[in-house]
């Protein structure tokens, strides 16, 4: 589930850019197993293991289980490794529980366990410094979630979610060392409810993000953030129906931001509308991807960053019949103070210029059995303030487009993928 645009009048300061919604995969009546075994041309190895157990008529458990490897591999010849070495491991049970009444109860945990090398090939050298440069970074991820929810009155859910993380890295650039831990903790409480027209939603949320560098400690910080937020779902007419929605945070470190959407949907017999806009905001760091691939060692921060701020507004037009469907989405977005790391002095900053997205999004869809096309068009232009001059955003291609065909069956499936992407500025 995506959705686009400025989304953090439900989901927080994180969602500036807008959120894809993972759904868990849940266990099913009778237990299930699946293995996959993969190998690829450039020397990778993945081996995965999925089961899943009815344990009652309410309980179910299911387990993810992963163990990939790569070969530290030069692609085109320079000496450089194109793909880094990473053996990592990967272990994820769940375990659910609904009594089919409107109360469920989940609960997962996970590890991820990490070692990355590359840089150099073995026995090669930087031509600049006559001396090998390694690349390697370790990892231990470990997390536990849960999600509760409980049915008031017979009429209104309360809903409790709740995750902690904690993530060790070991990073090597070259000869130096950078080693920190990262430490994230949510937590949010939810009313949900309907009456008449209105099905609304409301509630409380707190999130804590820490970082300390253990090499660096100037650098670390703890951004603590509790909001409240609201939302009313509005039947006005059986052709007309309006979603408002407001969330007001405080951030510890950039103050306090409202945060307000606003979406109308229009239906008139297989044609639907939607028209939404909203803003939010940002608490940046010094954590960019630039920053994680190069490191903090020779980082500089001319000034104390302020907050990313963003609106954004979109127009969809959907065309749905049991046969074939049509969408069409035009978009805009503007943010505000956005973070840089300018790579030539290894500065970061907030750009003096906002950064604008203006773009269209056609998709057409045919389904009749066994058959299945799908046809994609997507443009974008991305612009950003670049020193005395405007410029495309790098790797943002404004052109790309997509072809899928499939015939399937009871009995499997064959498909034909075709894929585009049009030239797109690199940041050098």
Not at 102 to 129: H, M
Not at 242 to 251: A, E, K, N, T, V
Not at 316 to 338: C, K, M, Q
């Amino acid at each position: 589930e995506v959705i686009k645009g400025v989304a953090s009048a439900l989901y927080g300061p994180g969602s500036l850019g807008g959120v894809v919604n993972l759904l868990s995969r849940r266990p099913g009546e009778k237990p299930e197993h699946e293995f996959l075994i993969n190998q690829t041309t450039r020397r990778g190895r993945d081996g995965v293991l999925w089961l899943s157990a009815p344990l009652s008529d309410r309980w179910g458990v299911t387990f993810l289980g992963g163990g990939h490897v790569q070969d530290q591999t030069d692609v085109d010849g320079d000496e450089w490794s194109d793909l880094a070495h990473y053996e990592r491991g990967v272990v994820r049970p769940r375990l659910f529980w609904d009594d089919g009444q409107g109360q469920s109860f989940f609960l997962t945990a996970g590890t991820i366990l990490e070692n990355r090398n590359g840089g150099t090939q073995p026995g090669a050298e930087l031509p600049a410094t006559g001396r090998p440069y390694s690349e390697a970074l370790q990892t231990r991820r470990f997390d536990v979630g849960l999600l509760w929810q409980v049915l008031v009155a017979g009429r209104y859910v309360v809903t409790t979610r709740a995750i902690t993380a904690r993530q060790r890295h070991d990073h090597q650039f070259g000869e130096g060392r950078e080693r920190d831990r990262h430490s994230t903790d949510f937590a949010e409480v939810t009313l949900r409810g309907s009456g008449g027209a209105h099905t609304w939603v409301g509630g409380f949320a707190v999130e804590r993000d820490a970082y300390d560098p253990t090499d660096f400690p100037l650098l670390a910080y703890t951004h603590t953030t509790p909001g409240v937020f609201i939302q009313d779902d509005i039947d006005i007419k059986p052709w007309l129906a309006l979603s408002m929605s407001g969330r007001l945070d405080h951030h510890s470190e950039y103050g306090t931001f409202f945060s307000p959407r606003v979406s109308a949907l229009l239906r008139s017999g297989n044609w639907s509308t939607r028209i939404s806009t909203g803003s939010g905001f940002f608490g940046p760091s010094v954590l960019t991807e630039e920053t994680e691939a190069a490191g903090l060692t020779r980082l500089t921060l001319d000034n104390a960053l302020e907050a990313e701020q963003g609106r954004s507004a979109s127009l969809d037009v959907v065309y749905a019949s049991g046969v074939v469907s049509y969408a069409v989405t035009i978009f805009g977005s503007r943010i505000t103070n956005p973070v840089q790391v300018e790579r030539t002095t290894y500065t970061i900053r907030n750009l003096e210029a906002p950064t604008s997205t203006a773009g269209m999004e056609l998709l057409a869809t045919f389904r009749r059995p066994p058959v299945a096309l799908t046809s994609s068009y997507t443009y974008v232009r991305a612009r950003e303030w670049a020193g005395p001059i405007t410029t495309d955003v790098a790797l943002t291609p404004r052109h790309s487009a997509g072809w899928v065909a499939m015939v399937e069956n009871e009995d499997g499936r064959v498909g034909l993928e075709l894929y585009f992407t049009g030239r797109q500025r690199l940041e050098a």
